[in-house]
């Protein structure tokens, strides 16, 4: 449940995306909780 929790977290933070190197950061932590939350849902759908 880690990456359930860290999107959770991500999601209620408020972000002010100002720069675009805050952007490419932002962009980046969001493509891996994905990845992670899919992985959580492929494990799930084998069993």
């Not at 209620?12 to 932002?26: P, V």
């Amino acid at each position: 449940m880690e990456w359930v929790e860290k999107a959770f977290k991500f999601e209620q933070r408020k972000l002010i995306l100002r720069s675009t190197n805050e952007r490419i950061l932002a962009s980046r932590e969001v493509k891996s909780l994905i990845l992670g939350v899919n992985e959580i849902y492929k494990k799930n759908k084998k069993s």
